[in-house]
């Protein structure tokens, strides 16, 4: 496609429920990130892929939160048991190298737990 | 840890003039920045991004300097348009990751 594209846009969950956020890059992107973005707040980093290695999930705030890209294309967050402050706007961004190039956004999801 | 600031949380504007949004960041060892622009519901924008060996970058409308020597970075939009108000991030690259800072509101009064 001609961006990056997330699905779904909205996703309400009930407390104790389960998400998976999916990300489709820009085709032949090799990076791609997935960012945490609260309200009034600038992007926080959740994890870093290669191709498909997870080569960082520093950011990734409890082990309730787990991200894959299998085939180095399409990833998926996935949030288990989803908590209230796990509302946010969660954004996924490619790129073309595998470091210091640019960096393009999606839209992102945003999920409200209630 | 690093950080990423932004002197200014809001800056207005009057339609036409110049903007100048400044940016603060800690981590010497950075070596490539990106300033993005995000509205309302919608995902970061790329504008423009500089290396650590240039000083100054150019786009349309849009001119990043980068001051090594006290880690500052700013974005100047010429003749500023109603459509550029929205919230500018500044993102610094070290390691796997972008740290973006909080951002400026830019409003622009026609």
């Known amino acids: 496609g001609a961006g990056v594209s997330q699905s779904p846009r909205y996703k309400v969950a009930k407390r104790g429920q389960d998400v998976a956020l999916r990300c489709d890059p820009i085709?032949?992107?090799?990076?791609l990130f997935w960012y945490q973005q609260a309200l009034g707040q600038g992007p926080e980093f959740l994890t870093y892929f290669q191709n498909e290695a997870q080569l960082d999930k520093s950011g990734l705030p409890s082990d309730r939160f787990f991200a894959e890209r299998p085939e180095g294309s399409v990833s998926t967050l996935k949030i288990q048991r989803t908590q209230q402050e796990d509302s946010a706007v969660y954004l996924c961004a490619s790129s073309r190298g595998s470091m210091n190039t640019e960096a393009f956004f999606g839209q992102g999801t945003r999920l409200t737990v209630v | 840890g690093e950080s990423v600031g932004l002197h200014l949380p809001t800056l207005s504007v009057q339609e036409g003039d110049n903007s100048i949004i400044n940016c603060a960041y800690s981590?010497?060892?950075?070596?490539?920045f990106i300033w993005y622009k995000q509205e309302s519901g919608k995902g970061p924008q790329f504008i423009i991004d500089i290396r650590s060996n240039m000083d100054k970058r150019q786009g349309q409308r849009v001119t990043v300097l980068l001051n090594k020597t006290v880690k500052h970075l700013s974005l100047q939009i010429a003749a500023t348009q109603p459509g550029d108000s929205a919230v500018y991030f500044c993102a610094e690259n070290t390691g796997n990751q972008f740290y973006f800072g909080t951002g400026t509101s830019l409003t622009v009064i026609p």
């Open positions: 085709s032949g992107h090799v990076s």
């Open positions: 981590n010497s060892a950075s070596d490539y």
